[in-house]
């Protein structure tokens, strides 16, 4: 019989730019011990502007490049947790965050990953969940899922097959949608994904859907629909639509015109396609 996760096995990877100290630590981790919790930061960064550890369980790799998707993919290359956690630097985890997860992993079979609820200081979610366990995940869940949800069992994981798309999320061509990518590849591969209904993460900021404008998240999801559902991709527009119309986010009037920028974001995407099988 195979061994019990432990707290131990778990590795926090942590996307951040421009750090040097690892202060910023404390707020993400309050009441750790953080010479007991292993750490993998990956700082997008300057020559001059270098993060360093003098800690062993806190490992640092300083990279030049830009996107948030290349932190990710570069943080997976490097891991060395049995399961990780994949994170930002604007978070804060609960005392009892890492026993959920080992408890999640040890009940279910070992599931190859597990999606979490992420709430906000007042204990409300931070958005609409499924209201119990998914095995495997839904789809609608996939689609609503952000990185600080995910956590991912390393054992037989290839991170030269899986990465994160790195043309979608913050900084690429089109910055949203490289969790649900992932994550999506992951299940069609065959690969064993739950939803687990349990909060394991404090998190305040709104969301880059929200700041962005109506015509640039069509021109996005254009492109992402078109990635994750490449023959059904105009129907989940209409579908997207649908809901935005039913939930007053957009107006009657507009729909044409977001509809141009989906179709604009989708053949974005098919150019970089056919750019890549070029090379």
Known sequence: MKDPYIIADIEFLISTQNKVSLDFLKAI???YD???TSILIVNQTQPDMLLHSDFY???IVNSYEKGVAKSRNLALQNARGKIVVFTDDDVEYFQDTCQIIVDAYNSNNTPDAILFQAQKSNSELLKPYANNVQDPISTMSILNCGTIEITLKTENFDPSRFKFDERFGINAAFELGDEPVFIMDLKRDG????FVNKSIVQHENITTILKNSAEKNYFILGAFYKRIFPKYHKIWIFIKVFFDLKQKKIKVNEVFNLLGCAKEGRNKYI???AKNNSL
């Open 29 to 31: 981790f309050k009441g």
């Open 34 to 36: 953080l010479t007991k």
């Open 57 to 59: 369980n806190i490992r």
């Open 191 to 194: 690969k064993r994904v739950l």
């Open 271 to 273: 150019s970089t396609i």
